[in-house]
Structure formats: C-alpha cells, structure tokens
C-alpha cells in the first residue's frame, strides 16, 4: 500500500517538472505571475472553457471581465449568506 502511494507521488512529480521538489528552494528572483493584472481591462472580452452538467464536453463562455468579476462576487455573497443562517433550534 505504501509503495503504491510512493509511486504515485513520483509519479506526480515527474509530470510537473516546474513543481519544487524537497530540498531545493524555488527561485527567488523569478518573477511571480498573478491571475490577472493589476490594472486589467474591466471590458475586455474574456473566454473561460466551463464543464457543462451531464456533458463530458466543455463550453466556451465569453463574457467581459466586469461580468466575470460581479459573478463571483454574487457566488460568494451567496454562500457567505447561505453560511450565517442559523437553524431553527427545538
């Protein structure tokens, strides 16, 4: 069972070269590189490949980035509303 997980692991390693491994540090002069730029275009058009429920194809949505933005900031309203609700108790 170990040797399992010990391959898996090597395994794991091994497909992503870029990852840092034990004992070495990642490089610190590398520049680090953020998911979106600081200053982006709230209008430019952006296209995410999104998974479709009961489909093993993905779809394509293209939507501006202030959509992308306000979206999940409704998604995340929602659960932190749905997370304060309190039951009712007995």
Known sequence: MISALFAVALLVAAADPA???AGTAPAASAPAK???PAKA???ELVC???AVLGSRMKQRTCRTQ???DL???EARDEVE???SVK???F
């Open 34 to 36: 953020s998911a979106t």
């Open 81 to 83: 509303k749905n997370q």
């Open 19 to 21: 990852a840092p491994t």
């Open 66 to 68: 202030a959509d992308w």
């Open 41 to 43: 275009d709230k209008n």
């Open 87 to 89: 039951p009712l108790s």
């Open 71 to 73: 979206m999940k900031q």
């Open 48 to 50: 995410k490949r999104e």
